[in-house]
């Protein structure tokens, strides 16, 4: 019987290999994670995180806990259990050349056991996880050109052929699967960081940003998807994966493709910023004493995760002005939020145990129970992620429990600023001309 052993129960080890046991069932599938709980959680009614359409997946089977520590001790540990000749599979995002890290642990610890490591990196995205998996676009497998190589690609070939159609399965080289994977990150948040840097330009000239997306998607050669103006992208791999890419480019002697690279995510830190000095400019250039309401903390809708969300950069903005901050999101925990706040950068990429402690709360940081809660008596509303039921408020509503003059900066583009101006907000929306009061205070970008 095939088995699969999947390390790492997170937002890609879960859902990957519950369509995997879906899919597969002659094949056995167990997941272990260094975290307890985590697999507890997995176990449970509980799923450790929120993907649409997860709940319904059956097939995870009863997951086994292992107590492993780190990513390298992974392979170390491949290579003290194993019995018998094994796959390895990197599924993780990695830099450029960790198959070959890989390999060398594992070939100096063989015990006369043969290993093969192929690239398979994931591409879903978190929302739709679990359609990405049913439905791929291409699964990408690299290995080594040899014989034996080649017969491990099929080996994995074979397990997503039982629902992936033959002509999305692409073979490649290991390295060029591994770069694929960061290639393709750097091309999207790429294609946000341009639409962003437009977006700039359409509050400077009277242009709307969602018409000049429109027009310019329409051209077949660039497309429609990923051209939407937002307050910038997040999530765990975007920022990452492209830090990783310009990395990998200083390492081979190639500055200018670095710096190239590196620009979005300058783009991405500026539109941050921009919109913090938009909201204290508009408001008398000071926010401090000053209630804001967040509307939505995760990177994006339909997912509970924080990382790296545009949110985290903007609250902490808008704190280091002394606002009073009360945040609303539909997935995220008030604890989840409190951590957010106070923690560095990339914190969140380190195992559970070695993430600073659970710390105090930041006193002018509440969370509220509905959209309606966070605003009221609020002097402005930000709107930063797009989350369907912020397009169903009531507005009016929201107005009426607000200070005036009342102030929605929407950071996402989901509510008709046309439709907020008649209420009576004064309104900003990214990439979207301006309101005279906007105009009359200028932000300082
Ligand atoms: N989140 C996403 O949408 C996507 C993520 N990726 C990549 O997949 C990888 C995993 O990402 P996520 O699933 O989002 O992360 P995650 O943090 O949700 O999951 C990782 C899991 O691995 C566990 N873990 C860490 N070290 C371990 C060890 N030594 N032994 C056993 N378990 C261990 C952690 O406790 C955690 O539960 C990353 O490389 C990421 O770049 C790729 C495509 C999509
Ligand atoms: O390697 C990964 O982790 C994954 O990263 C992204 O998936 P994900 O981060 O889950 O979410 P996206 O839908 O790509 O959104 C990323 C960020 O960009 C923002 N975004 C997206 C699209 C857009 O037009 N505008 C925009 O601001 C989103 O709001 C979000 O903050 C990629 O889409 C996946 O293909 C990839 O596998």
Same mark, same amino acid.
């Given at each position: 019987?095939?088995?699969?052993?999947?390390?790492?129960?997170?937002?890609?080890?879960?859902?990957?290999?519950?369509?995997?046991?879906?899919?597969?069932?002659?094949?056995?599938?167990?997941?272990?994670?260094?975290?307890?709980?985590?697999?507890?959680?997995?176990?449970?009614?509980?799923?450790?995180?929120?993907?649409?359409?997860?709940?319904?997946?059956?097939?995870?089977?009863?997951?086994?806990?292992?107590?492993?520590?780190?990513?390298?001790?992974?392979?170390?540990?491949?290579?003290?259990?194993?019995? !018998?000749?094994?796959? %390895?599979? *990197?599924?993780?995002?990695?830099?450029? $050349?960790? =198959?070959?890290?890989?390999? #060398?642990? @594992?070939?100096?610890?063989?015990?006369?056991?043969?290993?093969?490591?192929?690239?398979?990196?994931?591409?879903?995205?978190?929302?739709?996880?679990?359609?990405?998996?049913?439905?791929?676009?291409?699964?990408?497998?690299?290995?080594?050109?040899?014989?034996?190589?080649?017969?491990?690609?099929?080996?994995?070939?074979?397990?997503?052929?039982?629902?992936?159609?033959?002509?999305?399965?692409?073979?490649?080289?290991?390295?060029?699967?591994?770069?694929?994977?960061?290639?393709?990150?750097?091309?999207?948040?790429?294609?946000?960081?341009?639409?962003?840097?437009?977006?700039?330009?359409?509050?400077? !000239?009277?242009?709307? %940003?969602? *018409?000049?997306?429109?027009?310019?998607? $329409?051209? =077949?050669?660039?497309?429609? #998807?990923? @051209?939407?103006?937002?307050?910038?992208?997040?999530?765990?791999?975007?920022?990452?994966?492209?830090?990783?890419?310009?990395?990998?480019?200083?390492?081979?002697?190639?500055?200018?493709?670095?710096?190239?690279?590196?620009?979005?995510?300058?783009?991405?830190?500026?539109?941050?910023?921009?919109?913090?000095?938009?909201?204290?400019?508009?408001?008398?250039?000071?926010?401090?004493?000053?209630?804001?309401?967040?509307?939505?903390?995760?990177?994006?809708?339909?997912?509970?995760?924080?990382?790296?969300?545009?949110?985290?950069?903007?609250?902490?903005?808008?704190?280091?002005?002394?606002?009073?901050?009360?945040?609303?999101?539909?997935?995220?925990?008030?604890?989840?939020?409190?951590?957010?706040?106070?923690?560095?950068?990339?914190?969140?990429?380190?195992?559970?145990?070695?993430?600073?402690?659970?710390?105090?709360?930041?006193?002018?940081?509440?969370?509220?129970?509905?959209?309606?809660?966070?605003?009221?008596?609020?002097?402005?509303?930000?709107?930063?992620?797009?989350?369907?039921?912020?397009?169903?408020?009531?507005?009016?509503?929201?107005?009426?429990?607000?200070?005036?003059?009342?102030?929605?900066?929407?950071?996402?583009?989901?509510?008709?600023?046309?439709?907020?101006?008649?209420?009576?907000?004064?309104?900003?929306?990214?990439?979207?001309?301006?309101?005279?009061?906007?105009?009359?205070?200028?932000?300082?970008?």
């Amino acid at each position: 019987m095939v088995k699969i052993c999947c390390i790492g129960a997170g937002y890609v080890g879960g859902p990957t290999m519950a369509v995997i046991a879906l899919k597969c069932p002659s094949i056995k599938v167990v997941v272990v994670d260094i975290s307890v709980s985590r697999i507890a959680a997995w176990n449970s009614d509980h799923l450790p995180i929120y993907e649409p359409g997860l709940d319904e997946t059956r097939g995870l089977g009863a997951g086994k806990a292992a107590d492993l520590t780190y990513w390298e001790s992974a392979a170390r540990m491949i290579a003290d259990v194993s019995k !018998t000749d094994k796959i %390895v599979v *990197e599924k993780s995002t990695v830099p450029v $050349k960790t =198959a070959e890290a890989i390999e #060398k642990i @594992l070939t100096h610890n063989s015990n006369g056991i043969n290993y093969q490591i192929l690239s398979n990196p994931e591409f879903l995205a978190e929302g739709t996880a679990i359609q990405d998996l049913f439905m791929p676009d291409r699964v990408l497998i690299g290995g080594r050109e040899t014989p034996e190589g080649r017969k491990a690609v099929q080996a994995l070939k074979e397990v997503y052929a039982h629902w992936v159609p033959d002509d999305r399965i692409i073979t490649t080289n290991l390295w060029s699967a591994e770069l694929s994977k960061l290639a393709a990150n750097a091309f999207l948040a790429q294609r946000i960081s341009s639409i962003n840097a437009i977006s700039a330009l359409c509050e400077a !000239t009277g242009a709307h %940003v969602s *018409e000049v997306a429109y027009a310019v998607g $329409k051209d =077949a050669r660039i497309g429609p #998807k990923f @051209l939407n103006a937002s307050v910038g992208f997040g999530g765990s791999c975007f920022q990452k994966d492209i830090l990783n890419l310009v990395y990998v480019c200083e390492c081979n002697g190639l500055p200018e493709v670095a710096n190239y690279w590196r620009q979005v995510i300058k783009i991405n830190d500026y539109q941050k910023s921009r919109l913090v000095n938009r909201i204290v400019s508009s408001m008398f250039n000071t926010v401090a004493g000053k209630k804001i309401a967040v509307l939505g903390f995760a990177f994006k809708k339909d997912t509970g995760d924080t990382r790296e969300t545009p949110a985290i950069d903007v609250c902490k903005g808008l704190l280091g002005d002394k606002a009073e901050i009360s945040i609303y999101d539909p997935q995220v925990t008030e604890d989840q939020i409190q951590r957010d706040i106070v923690m560095s950068k990339f914190d969140w990429d380190h195992p559970v145990h070695l993430q600073p402690m659970s710390p105090t709360a930041v006193k002018q940081v509440s969370v509220a129970w509905d959209a309606y809660a966070a605003a009221k008596g609020a002097h402005g509303v930000c709107i930063l992620t797009e989350w369907d039921e912020f397009k169903e408020l009531d507005y009016k509503k929201i107005y009426d429990s607000m200070q005036k003059p009342a102030f929605i900066f929407d950071g996402r583009n989901v509510v008709d600023p046309q439709m907020l101006r008649e209420i009576g907000f004064i309104v900003y929306s990214i990439g979207k001309p301006l309101d005279q009061w906007l105009k009359d205070m200028p932000a300082v970008v």
